[in-house]
């Protein structure tokens, strides 16, 4: 049983430029849940999908924006890049209806921005 | 989401029971409490999670006070593997939201 899965695991881009990372849940979930972890500090909540919609947000600029595919799978799409958004970003995956549920997390996708 | 308190840092001998506490006096009724670790690098990793009773995995066991305003996680048999930065992570777990609040967490290491 395959986890949640991250591509790409590291990149380089350039500042302005825009970068579009990919998720794939743990079999068997339908929620997609993205985080941004700068070195040195906890994970922070981006955004949450559920069909194929944004379902919650976090404190984050409208240039972080996200995508869910009818197989449940997500991409995370930053513009404008800024040296700021070099960071670890994490896919978080759950299934949505059961309360008291659990949340996996991937290893994550380090996007360095120079 | 309730707030939760951890010490910054701990120490434990390898092969004894690593306990971490934390503090979470505001809990509401319907809120969980979750464990997470993260090993440098590395996304987090889920440990356990409970809402009133004391929960135990393979992995470890969650104390919560009967009145839920502390929890411990109790690793047994602390290994040198264990060494991380471990969350404690008060949330509302119902229809929707699926947000984790992460603090600061406290940086465990396992000693030889």
């Known amino acids: 049983d395959a986890g949640v899965t991250q591509s790409p695991t590291h990149l380089i881009k350039t500042r302005g430029q825009q970068v579009t990372l990919r998720c794939s849940p743990k079999s068997g979930h339908d929620t997609v849940s993205w985080y941004q972890q700068a070195l040195g500090q906890g994970p922070q909540f981006i955004f949450q999908y559920y069909e194929e919609e944004e379902r919650q947000r976090g404190n984050f600029p409208d240039r972080f924006s996200g995508h869910q595919f009818p197989n449940y799978s997500s991409e995370l799409n930053v513009n404008a890049l800024l040296l700021g958004d070099s960071a670890l970003y994490l896919c978080?995956?759950?299934?949505?209806?059961?309360?008291?549920?659990?949340?996996?997390f991937g290893e994550g996708s380090w996007l360095t921005v120079v | 989401d309730a707030k939760t308190t951890q010490p910054p840092s701990m120490d434990c001998a390898e092969g004894r029971a690593a306990n971490l506490p934390c503090n979470h006096s505001t809990i509401s009724g319907n809120e969980y409490v979750y464990w997470y670790r993260q090993i440098h690098s590395q996304g987090p990793q889920y440990i356990i999670h409970g809402l009133k009773n004391n929960e135990t995995n393979e992995m470890a066991s969650l104390i919560i006070t009967e009145d839920r305003k502390s929890s411990t996680l109790i690793l047994p048999h602390a290994t040198l593997r264990d060494t991380a930065v471990y969350y404690c992570?008060?949330?509302?777990?119902?229809?929707?939201?699926?947000?984790?609040?992460f603090g600061t967490g406290t940086r465990l290491t396992i000693i030889p």
């Open positions: 992570i008060v949330r509302i777990s119902n229809f929707g939201n699926e947000k984790l609040t």
């Open positions: 978080a995956s759950s299934h949505f209806v059961v309360a008291g549920n659990t949340i996996y």
